[in-house]
């Protein structure tokens, strides 16, 4: 932002080689710092459907399942309030209950795993 | 009544106001480290420029007791001055009044001063230190905030629009920074954000502190909301300074010119780039061999640093640079360094700024948080933003110019008006490494030796396509020139284009990709 800052001679501005990081594009490894965000970014992980999460931080209203219980793809599996509204929980295939992760009351974390089918 | 008592009264009502919410709130304000909005104006404007209107505006509100309450100005102050000989709009809001809160004739003293801006002219400022919506008047406090986001929005590219966050700026009052061309920002001071923490607690869950929420730091690295940080109030009121004497009065000037300076000895162009593409460097210096006095004044260099944007003075004139930055993600496009450069681009033609664009970069990021972050839409903008501009565009590549990276940095395709490149630039469709793998994959996996066949086809790529001759050969590279020679072609081209004509076709608008 201010001149002042960076006014110093480029040829004094060493690049200090252990810190430089290596990114590589099509083959080719360029020497470079990386951003926050990009360290940061969070790694992919597929859809699974028998895991059941949180798409919206909130609370377990209601659980309508039990552990090792028959469902069908369109079960209703508990309702999950967030945001004034009482979402329910639907199960996108047919299973078996495996885990209830959650109990009724409790506040859940958007991502979090609820309940495991098998 | 004589007119000299009368004039003491008025003196004595203007002191009355000038006291903004009491000693006491006053005294608040200066422990949260803050000036007051009228020590806020004084300071940024030039001595005794400042003239205040409707200081004497005062509030409807009936209910909830608010009849009895009196509310100095309304919580804002507005009027005229000039920085650096420059006019300008001004609103400060005052958060010792009713914490700055916005009720219907606080909003009417804000559209008065933007209506005024936009007749005349001339830049807007906005100070912005306030609680949010006046409960107590409701609908018209929501009224007022609307009424403020469209006259943004049609001042947009008219006349240059600066918002200073001093304090507070949450909710939808945070939309209006959000319209405007330049957010500034304190460490500490500023906060914005729709949602507070509180709320944040109380529907998800979830704890987080103002500052870590919406602070001045969040938005200059995280979010690319605000584009100038600084650590206090009067060093943010230098750099507000110092973007004036770089941008127009409107869109119908150009920027006032300086004396020109050349750029300073440190700045040796052909010892900053390395000749190995794979290494990196620090390409505020290529700028800063290019500029005046090497002069440059970065826009938000704390965010999507892989692309640097700003302005210099070429010949005393201001220019806008959009650079690679090799030193950060190989200087790649990404989400974000498209964002931040198309947006710079949009600025710079609408307000008659001519933009030098310095190359060297191996193409997009690739990455699935890349792909499903939407780089495909937010790529399109750089693009958009390149075609569409009919300011003159320059483009100088220095080093690597790969594949749909190539084409987006105002190269030939999409009209810049001057191309030129150093003779170590290298032009083509991707890396050396990356081609020969593709075109010579049957001869190297078939080789008795693979890994020396590579070695081998890749040197022969590289002697063939990597060089600027291959584009200059079709004359999509206007000239190869030395390091030294930039700024004088870069100078001329300036020259030469300043009556230049470029017609785009009539509409209504375009539809870029937002």
């Keep these: ?118 | 009544m004589s007119l000299k008592q009368k004039i003491k009264e008025l003196q004595k009502k203007r002191e009355e106001v000038f006291s903004g919410g009491g000693e006491k709130a006053v005294e608040k304000q200066a422990a949260m480290g803050k000036m007051t909005a009228r020590a806020r104006i004084l300071e940024l404007l030039d001595k005794d420029s400042f003239q205040e209107y409707d200081l004497f505006v005062e509030h409807e509100a009936r209910d909830f007791n608010m009849d009895k309450k009196t509310l100095h100005g309304d919580g804002v102050i507005i009027g005229i001055g000039k920085i650096y000989g420059a006019p300008v709009c001004i609103y400060a809001q005052d958060f010792t009044v009713a914490g700055g809160s916005l009720g219907l004739m606080h909003s009417r003293k804000i559209t008065k001063i933007m209506d005024h801006a936009m007749k005349m002219r001339v830049p807007l400022i906005g100070i912005n230190d306030s609680g949010g919506a006046r409960v107590q008047e409701g609908v018209n406090s929501l009224a007022g905030y609307g009424e403020i986001f469209f006259r943004n929005t049609l001042a947009s590219g008219v006349i240059p629009q600066i918002s200073v966050i001093l304090g507070p700026c949450a909710g939808g009052a945070v939309y209006s920074p959000a319209l405007t061309d330049f957010v500034f920002v304190v460490d500490n001071i500023s906060k914005m954000f729709i949602t507070g923490p509180e709320v944040i607690k109380t529907v998800l869950g979830e704890e987080i502190s103002m500052e870590a929420l919406g602070g001045a730091k969040v938005h200059c690295e995280t979010t690319g909301n605000a584009h100038f940080f600084s650590e206090s109030e009067t060093e943010c009121f230098d750099q507000i300074k110092k973007l004036i004497t770089y941008i127009p009065w409107n869109n119908t000037k150009k920027a006032k010119p300086f004396p020109t300076k050349k750029p300073k000895k440190d700045y040796k162009i052909e010892s900053i780039v390395p000749g190995d593409p794979k290494q990196p460097y620090d390409i505020i210096n290529v700028i800063r061999a290019i500029t005046d006095n090497s002069e440059f004044f970065e826009i938000q260099e704390l965010w999507a640093k892989n692309i640097v944007i700003g302005f210099g003075r070429m010949n005393g004139e201001t220019v806008g640079f959009v650079a690679n930055q090799p030193l950060v993600l190989a200087g790649v496009l990404d989400v974000d360094s498209s964002d931040k450069a198309a947006r710079f681009i949009r600025y710079c033609d609408a307000f008659n700024i001519p933009i030098v664009t310095l190359v060297d970069l191996p193409g997009y990021l690739p990455g699935i948080d890349q792909e499903h972050a939407g780089v495909i839409r937010h790529g399109a903008k750089i693009l958009y933003a390149y075609s569409e501009a009919t300011v003159p565009k320059i483009t100088v590549i220095l080093r690597k110019a790969y594949g749909g990276g190539y084409i987006a940095m105002n190269s030939r395709h999409l009209h810049a008006d001057f191309v030129f490149a150093w003779p170590g630039a290298e032009i083509a469709v991707m890396g050396p490494e990356g081609a020969a793998n593709i075109i010579f994959r049957r001869e190297i996996s078939g080789a008795e030796n693979p890994e020396e066949m590579r070695k081998l086809k890749i040197k022969e790529y590289k002697d063939k396509f990597a060089n600027p001759y291959v584009a200059a050969a079709k004359g999509y590279v206007d000239s190869v020139i030395e390091p030294k020679e930039t700024r004088n072609f870069i100078l001329q081209s300036i020259e030469v284009s300043s009556d230049k004509v470029a017609e785009r076709p009539k509409k209504k608008h375009g539809i870029p990709p937002f």
């Design chain 1, 1 to 118: 932002m201010s001149d002042s800052k960076k006014e110093n001679s480029p040829e004094k501005e060493v690049v200090k080689k252990p810190r430089l990081k290596s990114l590589n594009i099509d083959g080719t490894k360029y020497k470079t710092n990386f951003t926050k965000s990009f360290e940061e970014r969070k790694a992919y992980s597929p859809y699974n459907e028998k895991k059941i999460t949180a798409f919206i931080p909130g609370s377990i209203v209601k659980i309508n399942v039990k552990k090792g219980q028959k469902i069908r793809a369109g079960s209703k599996l508990l309702i999950l309030e967030a945001m004034k509204m009482k979402n329910r929980i639907i199960a996108p295939v047919n299973g078996i209950i495996k885990k209830i992760l959650v109990k009724e009351g409790e506040n859940v974390s958007k991502n979090q795993l609820l309940i495991e089918l098998e």
